[in-house]
């Protein structure tokens, strides 16, 4: 299973972008996917997922500017963040993974194969 992660970039704060995640070797519809984010300096940190039934769950941070989705028929998954804000700023990593419950959407360890990450900068 091999996850390729694109769209990152530089953007002003207020900005938009989509981060995509192609997958091969699973098929995103009877899978979990999610995007994680380590800021500079920090950890690791969830920011959203989606089950194989498309129940989603996000970050507080995440909550109403950004949206995680999927397409079936391109395996591939994507984020898309508006209202970006300089605390976005973080390498952003796709992960996929089976068997994937509501309650453990959130953890890093839910999820088996992780995508190269892509570094979103947003500047004020």
């Known amino acids: 299973v091999q996850l390729q992660a694109s769209g990152g970039g530089s953007v002003q704060a207020g900005g938009s972008l989509r981060l995509s995640c192609a997958v091969a070797?699973?098929?995103?519809?009877?899978?979990?996917v999610a995007w994680f984010r380590q800021p500079p300096g920090k950890e690791r940190e969830f920011v959203a997922a989606?089950?194989?039934?498309?129940?989603?769950a996000y970050a507080d941070s995440a909550k109403g500017r950004f949206t995680i989705s999927r397409d079936n028929a391109k395996n591939t998954m994507y984020l898309q963040m508006n209202s970006l804000k300089p605390e976005d700023t973080a390498v952003y990593y796709c992960?996929?993974?089976?068997?994937?419950?509501?309650?453990?959407?959130?953890?890093?360890?839910?999820?088996?194969?992780w995508g190269q990450g892509t570094l979103v900068t947003v500047s004020s």
């Open positions: 992960a996929s993974g089976g068997g994937v419950i509501q309650s453990a959407m959130r953890l890093m360890t839910s999820y088996d194969y």
């Open positions: 070797g699973r098929t995103l519809s009877r899978s979990a």
């Open positions: 989606m089950k194989w039934d498309r129940g989603t």
